[in-house]
Every structure is written in structure tokens, then in C-alpha cells.
């Protein structure tokens, strides 16, 4: 329920903005701010209850409805990620592919690398739980080639709480290893 209450503290925070909202006069602004506040809230979901709570998915998917009213922008994309997220983690694997390809799609358009590289950090996951070891090192090293610590590291926090270039190296060596090449895998 968007409704639900977030705990005290910095949390707290995020849902007291969402109340205030409705003083913004134009309706185009106040459903960015709105987009921005739901993706901030699905978010410390993510962290204080894991990624399958269900207010995990209610907040990402309203970011995304709210997306709808303005458009295909940048701001779909972390709606999706955190629905994609929700998915994974819940073992809804063909939901979860299916966000992968739209997150792909997305960051292809935007031609934004930062969002690319989160594209990839979903499809390499995915992939690899799919049993697809080629496919997840192929994705992970396209995540990698586009990675420039200085200006991608601050994502971790809205994108799953985890260093995407380390995420990438780990699923790479995993599946380096399963293809038998012990020797890359260590390399990674």
C-alpha cells in the first residue's frame, strides 16, 4: 500500500515529502517530484526489508504508472530496475527477463552509460541464473567496458545497494569457471 508507513528516521523523510507534494502547483512538476520521491522510497524498501517486500514493488510500479503520464524518460528506467530487482529476487525469472529487455531497450535510447551498465548488471544476473554462463560473462563484460569508477560508483545506492563492477567481475569469474577456464576465472 503506497500509504504504508515508513519507520523514523531518514525514511520518514521520504514519505513526509510525498505528503507535502501536493502544494506544487503544476501537475507536470509535481509528478516528477512525485516519480523521484517513489523510486527514493522503493529504494529504502530495498534496504531496510529486502528485494521481494511487496512495498518494494508497490512503489517502483507507481513511479512507473507516473512515468506513463510524462512519457518515455530517463526516470522509467530506475522504476523498472527496482521492479526488475523485486522480480529477481523473488525467483520470477520470465518477469525478470522480460524487464531486462526493456531496461536494455531503454539505455540503448537514452545512450546514457550509466544506464547501460545497470542494463547489463540485469541481464548479466539474470542470465546466469537461467543458466546461461556465456550470456551473463558477455553482459558483464559489456557492463565493465563501460564503467568508469569516478562517475559510476555512486549508483550502488540506487541501484541495488552493490558496486556494479564488482557484481560484474564476480558473475564473469563465476562463469568463466563453469565454462572451465579456471585460469580467466582467477584472472577476474
Known amino acids: 500500500d503506497p500509504e504504508s508507513p515508513l519507520p523514523r528516521g531518514r525514511h520518514h523523510h521520504l514519505r513526509r515529502a510525498l505528503d507535502a507534494i501536493g502544494h506544487i502547483a503544476d501537475e507536470g512538476e509535481r509528478t516528477k517530484v512525485e516519480v523521484e520521491l517513489r523510486v527514493g522510497i522503493g529504494t529504502a524498501w530495498l534496504a531496510m526489508r529486502g528485494f521481494g517486500a511487496p512495498e518494494v514493488l508497490e ?6 504508472t507516473l512515468c506513463d503520464r510524462l512519457g518515455e524518460r530517463t526516470d522509467l528506467f530506475p522504476a523498472l530496475w527496482g521492479q526488475w530487482l523485486f522480480r529477481a529476487g523473488r525467483g520470477e525469472i ?11 531497450a ?3 535510447k537514452f545512450g546514457d552509460a550509466g544506464l547501460r551498465i545497470q542494463a547489463h548488471h540485469a541481464m548479466w544476473s539474470t542470465s546466469f541464473v537461467c543458466g546461461e554462463p556465456a550470456k551473463a560473462c558477455m553482459h558483464a563484460q559489456s557492463g565493465l567496458a563501460l564503467f568508469n569508477p569516478k562517475i559510476h560508483q555512486s549508483m550502488a545506492s540506487s541501484y541495488g545497494n552493490h558496486d556494479a563492477a564488482c557484481c560484474a567481475r564476480y558473475f564473469s569469474a563465476m562463469s568463466l569457471a563453469l565454462a572451465g577456464d579456471g585460469e580467466g576465472a582467477r584472472a577476474m
Open 59 to 64: 512503489a517502483y510500479a507507481r513511479a512507473e
Open 94 to 104: 520470465d518477469a525478470a527477463r522480460r524487464l531486462c529487455v526493456r531496461l536494455l
Open 106 to 108: 531503454l539505455a540503448e
